[in-house]
């Protein structure tokens, strides 16, 4: 039992804690993390957005800020998201850039003549230098023209470097230089002028001045108002001709009993004193057939009187005495009440005690059956009244008193639970049940959105009455199905929807639903995307139909790397990049719907191709509303090398060798790699190779490999090292299939002559065949951040060549990010990820092959901290592991476990025969303009069989082992 209390109470207190935690509205920013912007910098959106770390910060303010980003029209959207951090929240604003935004390099103001740019300072929304959006410049052209200081703005826009001028061209109203008015005699000439807002020396159309002639006349202070205008050099000369109203000097009271003369006074609003029945005005007061109608109006308007009358009597030219004369209606002295069954009267006239005494009248009998028939206890008041011979009226109200609610029952439901409706129920049983609650009550219903009708049947018996809530339900949502949209799978969509499969369709919650997907979509990077429509059909599938913008043009626009090197002797080699180089890595076409993903992917591909330091996308406006231009922007880097060296060695004597390579051979990406080395024996050794990455036309790989190398590897069991020369070639051609697979055919034939060994003692060729299928989702090809990669080949050699056998090989490989793992992040954000990555390699073969065929493990690419090449065999198994850590500057560090053996499956009869070396490390990586560079630090716990007290192996080497 102890125990059980002691669990509850650990529960009471979490579910408290939640409670506590989820109920503060107020929260403090530990940081605001500002992503998606693009032109617009973070500074600049933390200036819009107006607040700062360590500030405390409420919901409601999170809307405001959201609503400010929203109306700046600088984004399609905007979604702000509070994450929680180790003293606060992270305010994380996701914002999508408008596909029509302008930089401002200036702003210009001509035709400027009396009003000074100082004037306008407090008018101009537009940023100096800064981004800004067509329809933020028009706004700002709106709020010029509304100063009445200009006849005509026009907008002009001057491109200057990368962005624009905005120039406004302003043509002033003509000055109004002289003010003259006759024919005053209260009022003086400022107090006109104050009336109407002008002034002498303030810029005005000769229109807005007459409009100011219908408000002097809209005041009835006049009897006559004259406007005359002359115009001369753009300067007007305004003459105003005015015939004052008389004043009302006493305002007098007749026929009154109940009412007296301070009620007229307060109800008219006449400041003065009062003499018997007179008001004496204080006040100026100008008398017109409008005034008088506005005071017998608003005299009739209180209740007071059933007639008024107002009579003005000219006392001189500048005088008016005003006599009225009033009918009052019955003064109410008594109320009654009958038809009271279950209710007593006194708890009736406690409603009512706030319309006691006072003027009978329509209004006032209304009031006192509104007041009852709103408690929901009568279905209806009827009154009538008495009134005497002196003007006094009683009333009686006869009441006819509402059933009394005795039981609630419903009936109908299929497939929404009683419980559920219970939730929404309004009244209760003992209460006075009235239509208009009932009806009250079936709105309510109707209101959850899950019903075609509601409606009641009601059972009376005696002053009880029974309700019987009949609901048909809507048709069942058997099926929700989108259309036109890819990339957000139908679970997630689903999991932010209202309506449900196996529920009644709900037209409420259809409006929340669309917002929801909205959200949902702009969050996942699908910014352009819309819901076009939204139909419920006779088959019960809720069918959501999406749109998004159109591709009207695909741009390229390559920005040129500049050469500083010594390589600039090797141009004849290297052209600009020709365009097609990008455009054939595009996937989007004109006229689909934006896919910022798949944008995203053609970005990717781009950069892989390798000869480009930077690549983006920019969206301009196109030539309709919902069609835009998509330019992808690249920067090219330097794409080629040149290496030459030398040296004495026993076996050669003197040597020297010279290495080329070009990643963008005449701007078409194509590789070419030349290196040659020459001895004192006058012996030449070459490697050349060649690749094309869209052979003939298509995405077909074509690699060409012609050599003449010397090869040397070293044999772990015996320390012995064996020298063969290679001489031949290869070529491979490549083809990409569906979903991330791609196939490759390869043909290799090659001379092998031992110059050195003790397995090999005559020469040999080698004919062989390859083919590969491979699976790759890595989103780069050199330092991959996320994706996979599975690879799978065979070779076959034997026909015309001496060997004859069937090599397998496969590789499969794994990079997890484990930061910045969001899919809408850019390019230059996905290298700053920290990386996890997993490698296994698997190989064996069989039939009659040369000793350099063999599977070899060990140093720079396979088993770090060891020899290069030391482990050989027919088979050989590999495992990889690395964490990648972004240092800044294009530097890495890494950390890596490396383990693997090669062995010959004849030597082995069980898996204790297999020995596997391990090595670990840490590296540096550095990601230059041609190829990252690497240098790794492994250890070999003391394993290496050739050098077993070096523990520690330094490899310095290009690219990466993944």
């Known amino acids: 039992m102890g125990l059980n209390k002691k669990f509850l109470f650990f529960i009471a207190f979490i579910f408290a804690l939640i409670c506590f935690t989820f109920a503060q509205s107020e929260y403090k920013i530990e940081d605001i993390v500002i992503k998606g912007n693009q032109k617009i910098s973070t500074q600049e959106i933390l200036n819009m957005v107006g607040v700062s770390k360590g500030a405390n910060i409420t919901d409601d303010q999170i809307n405001k800020i959201k609503e400010k980003l929203d109306n700046s029209t600088y984004f399609l959207s905007v979604v702000i998201n509070k994450l929680s951090g180790k003293s606060g929240i992270i305010l994380e604003i996701n914002v999508v850039e408008s ?136 300067k007007l000369y305004l003459t105003i001709n005015l015939e004052e109203n008389p004043l009302v000097s006493k305002v007098g009271l007749i026929g009154n009993n109940k009412s007296n003369i301070k009620d007229i006074q307060a109800i008219l609003s006449i400041v003065g004193d009062i003499s018997e029945n007179t008001i004496i005005s204080k006040s100026s007061i100008y008398y017109s057939e409008e005034l008088i109608s506005l005071w017998k109006a608003k005299l009739l308007e209180t209740g007071y009187f059933k007639k008024v009358e107002l009579n003005p009597k000219r006392v001189n030219e500048r005088s008016v005495e005003v006599e009225i004369t009033v009918v009052e209606n019955p003064w109410v002295v008594a109320i009654d009440v009958k038809g009271l069954v279950n209710l007593k009267k006194e708890k009736v006239m406690e409603v009512i005690s706030g319309r006691g005494r006072g003027f009978l009248n329509d209004n006032y009998l209304n009031e006192l059956k509104e007041k009852l028939l709103s408690t929901g206890w009568f279905s209806s008041v009827d009154t009538k009244y008495v009134i005497t011979p002196n003007n006094y009226a009683y009333i009686t109200l006869t009441v006819v008193e509402n059933p009394i609610l005795k039981s609630i029952t419903y009936s109908g439901l299929r497939l929404i639970p009683e419980n559920e409706i219970k939730k929404y129920c309004i009244l209760k049983e003992g209460d006075f049940i009235s239509d208009d609650r009932i009806e009250e009550q079936i709105t309510k219903f109707e209101n959850m959105g899950y019903f075609s009708k509601v409606s009641v049947e009601k059972s009376v018996e005696n002053d009880k009455v029974s309700l019987n809530f009949i609901f048909n339900e809507n048709p069942e949502v058997k099926k929700i199905v989108f259309e036109g949209l890819f990339g957000v799978s139908e679970k997630e969509l689903r999991q932010v929807l209202l309506n449900k499969e196996g529920l009644p369709f709900n037209s409420v919650f259809l409006d929340k639903d669309v917002q929801s997907i909205l959200n949902l979509l702009q969050s996942k990077g699908y910014v352009f995307a819309s819901i076009q429509n939204v139909v419920f059909n006779n088959e019960g599938e809720l069918i959501f139909y999406f749109k998004d913008y159109k591709v009207e043009d695909i741009q390229v626009e390559i920005i040129p790397s500049t050469e500083t090197s010594v390589l600039s002797f090797l141009a004849i080699f290297r052209r600009p990049t020709d365009k097609n180089v990008v455009k054939r890595e595009i996937s989007l076409s004109v006229g689909e719907s934006v896919n910022i993903e798949k944008i995203k992917s053609d970005l990717q ?246 000793s350099t065929e063999l599977f070899t493990l060990g140093g720079t690419s396979t088993i770090r901290g060891f020899s290069d090449n030391i482990f050989k065999g027919d088979t050989y198994l590999l495992f990889n592991m690395q964490y990648r850590i972004p240092l800044g500057n294009n530097l890495y560090g890494v950390l890596f476990v490396d383990s693997g053996s090669a062995w010959y499956r004849q030597d082995v009869t069980s898996l204790t025969d297999i020995k596997f070396y391990t090595g670990i490390g840490l590296g540096l990586r550095y990601d230059t303009l041609i190829i990252p560079i690497r240098i790794d630090f492994g250890y070999n716990f003391g394993n290496d069989p050739i050098a077993p007290n070096t523990k520690w192996r330094v490899h310095f080497s290009f690219g990466d082992i993944f």
Do not use: C
């Open 99 to 234: 596909p029509f935004l302008i930089f401002i390099n200036g702003i210009s103001f001509q035709g400027l003549q009396r009003i000074s740019v100082k004037e306008l300072q407090n008018l101009i929304i537009l940023p100096a230098i800064g981004w800004t959006t067509d329809e933020r410049i028009w706004e700002q052209k709106r709020k010029f023209m509304s100063t009445g200081y200009f006849s005509k703005v026009d907008v002009n826009e001057v491109k200057s470097g990368e962005g624009f001028i905005v120039i406004f061209n302003f043509q002033e109203n003509p000055v109004l230089e002289k003010i003259e008015v006759k024919g005053l005699q209260n009022l003086r000439k400022e107090d006109v002028l104050s009336m109407i807002g002008i002034k002498e020396g303030m810029l005005i159309s000769e229109d807005d001045l007459m409009a100011k002639k219908e408000e002097i006349i809209s005041s009835n202070m006049f009897s006559k108002v004259e406007f005359n205008i002359t115009k001369k050099e753009n």
């Open 605 to 850: 591909r781009i950069y892989n191709v390798g000869i480009f330091e930077d690549v983006s996308v920019r969206f301009d406006k196109g030539s309709t509303e919902d069609s835009v231009k998509v330019v992808y922007v690249v920067k090219e880097k330097l794409s080629g090398s040149f290496n030459f060296g030398g040296g004495y060695a026993t076996d050669v004597g003197l040597y020297g060798f010279v290495e080329y390579k070009e990643k963008n051979l005449f701007g078409k990406a194509q590789q070419l790699s030349l290196q040659l080395s020459l001895t004192s024996l006058a012996k030449i050794n070459y490697q050349l190779t060649f690749i094309d990455p869209w052979f003939l036309g298509g995405r077909n790989a074509f690699q060409l490999d012609l050599y003449d190398k010397k090869v040397n590897v070293t044999d772990a069991t015996t320390s012995s090292t064996s020298t063969f020369e290679k001489a031949g070639g290869a070529f491979s051609f490549s083809y990409p299939l569906e979903n991330f697979w791609s196939i490759s055919l390869g043909f290799k034939y090659e001379s092998i002559t031992p110059i050195e060994s003790s397995t090999m003692t005559t020469s040999t060729t080698v004919g062989s065949f390859n083919v590969g299928l491979w699976r790759d989702t890595r989103d780069f090809y050199l330092n991959p951040t996320q994706g996979s990669r599975q690879a799978i080949s065979i070779e076959f050699a034997g026909g015309g060549s001496e060997s004859n056998f069937i090599k397998y090989n496969v590789d499969l490989q794994w990079h997890l990010p484990l930061t910045n793992r969001e899919s809408s992040i850019s390019i230059s954000q996905q290298k700053e990820r920290q990386v996890l990555s997993l490698k296994i390699g698997f190989g064996f073969e069989e039939g009659n092959f040369p």
